[in-house]
């Protein structure tokens, strides 16, 4: 009886878990604040303050600012997921897998108030997850595809103050709002494995995970600061407190999951008496701290599988995360009193070690972006920018659930961005 609670158990964790990780992976992170930034790679966006989304990136720039300054734009992420070479316990090939991918828009809005020469405040919201991958309904190894859809915003209100000519400081509050959808069934395979075990009756499509649009709250802060050199030479450093997050559905089923800190420093240059400048950031991101998920009160009445033990229990599913880190480089060309010209390049590394998924096709990548901002007054632009991902191919065995099946994934996406700015 015990091993077949143990086994009942680990069944259930890991599915879901397989299902939830995809709202915390690295590979789908997103760097949606503005389309400034994206055309750059986000390079020296911890200091550049070109508009007012880059508080979003650091509090301290809205010292920066005399006037009012107000950004409204999108983002869009179309991430080109491929599955091959898949084997599925040793003897069943799959057929290569790719259109498992999907298109979410990920808005923006950001307002900064310049009090008086030193202090400001402002408002944002943005999102910091977004992203949805869907297998066919008769995949082989259903209980490892399924269906994730994802969403988070990240409302923020934040102030600076100028200490001096040279250092300014900022803090915010961020309210953190995510929601997810996460389904996978049994496969044949896996009920005839499950019922050789248990002695139940099992069928294929068993839902083994049924969240349906689990939703909650989180609390977390920024800081940051800024240092002038001069008018053409600054420095800039943000650090990012991420709450634990947990998310229910209308059943009481509860996901609790560690969300990692963001430390960044940047620094942009304007060569003197040129049209050019250079920009650059490095970021931290502390996904050693995704050490395991925790599930509470699972729903018997939405999985057979659950009824197998007593519902309402709490399950946990370790992992074997690492930080990761993303060194950027970028170039801004003012053409004129018109138009600006900017590129950048990113090399962004995976927070998956050990533990791998084909629903979390994760990966060090390449980011590939360039941009422009056509000046239509002295008060408003528009800007545009657009990234090209390039990920690498990645050996992923699974057994967490009871069956094997190894593939190679592969993670590309394309990000366009369009944003509105505007002074007062």
Excluded at 94 to 113: E, K, M, R, W, Y
Excluded at 322 to 343: E, P, S
Excluded at 363 to 380: A, E, H, V
Aim: hydrophobic fraction near 35%; aromatic fraction near 12%; glycine fraction near 8%.
């Amino acid at each position: 009886m015990k091993k077949t609670r143990l086994f009942t158990k680990t069944l259930i964790a890991s599915t879901i878990c397989l299902a939830t990780q995809q709202a915390a992976a690295a590979g789908f992170q997103l760097n949606a604040q503005s389309a400034t930034g994206l055309g750059r790679a986000f390079a020296g966006d911890a200091v550049i303050a070109d508009n007012a989304a880059s508080m979003a990136r650091n509090p301290a720039t809205m010292a920066l600012f005399d006037k009012t300054s107000f950004s409204l734009g999108f983002e869009t992420i179309t991430t080109m997921i491929d599955v091959k070479d898949a084997t599925y316990n040793g003897t069943t090939s799959i057929d290569d897998t790719d259109d498992v991918g999907g298109t979410s828009v990920a808005p923006n809005i950001h307002l900064i108030v310049p009090v008086n020469d030193k202090f400001a405040w402002g408002i944002d919201a943005y999102s910091n997850f977004g992203t949805k991958t869907e297998f066919s309904s008769d995949y082989t190894a259903s209980e490892y595809g399924g269906l994730t859809d994802l969403k988070s915003f990240n409302f923020c209100l934040a102030g600076s103050y100028r200490l001096s000519k040279e250092w300014s400081f900022g803090a915010g509050l961020d309210i953190i709002y995510g929601q997810g959808t996460m389904k996978r069934k049994a496969s044949a395979t896996l009920a005839a494995a499950t019922n050789y075990k248990l002695g139940t009756s099992l069928t294929a499509g068993t839902a083994l995970v049924n969240v349906d649009k689990a939703d909650g709250w989180a609390v977390g802060f920024n800081l940051g600061t800024v240092y002038e050199m001069d008018e053409n030479n600054r420095f800039g450093f943000a650090y990012h407190y991420s709450p634990e997050f947990k998310a229910k559905d209308d059943y009481g089923q509860e996901i609790t999951l560690p969300l990692p800190d963001i430390a960044e420093f940047s620094g942009y240059h304007r060569i003197k008496d040129t049209r050019f400048a250079v920009h650059y950031s490095v970021q931290w991101i502390g996904w050693s701290s995704f050490d395991n998920i925790d599930f509470d009160n699972l729903d018997s009445s939405r999985s057979p599988i659950v009824a197998m033990t007593s519902a309402g229990e709490t399950y946990e599913k370790q992992y074997d995360w690492q930080d990761g880190w993303h060194y950027a480089i970028g170039g801004t060309f003012y053409v004129n009193k018109t138009w600006t010209l900017r590129a950048g390049y990113m090399y962004d590394t995976s927070a998956q070690d050990s533990v791998t998924s084909i629903s979390v096709p994760d990966s060090d990548r390449q980011w590939f972006s360039t941009g422009l901002t056509y000046t239509i007054d002295d008060q408003s632009n528009v800007d545009f920018g657009v990234t090209y991902l390039l990920g690498k191919d990645v050996d992923v065995k699974e057994t967490s659930a009871g069956t094997t099946l190894t593939a190679t994934t592969r993670a590309d996406a394309v990000l366009m961005g369009l944003q509105y700015s505007r002074t007062f």
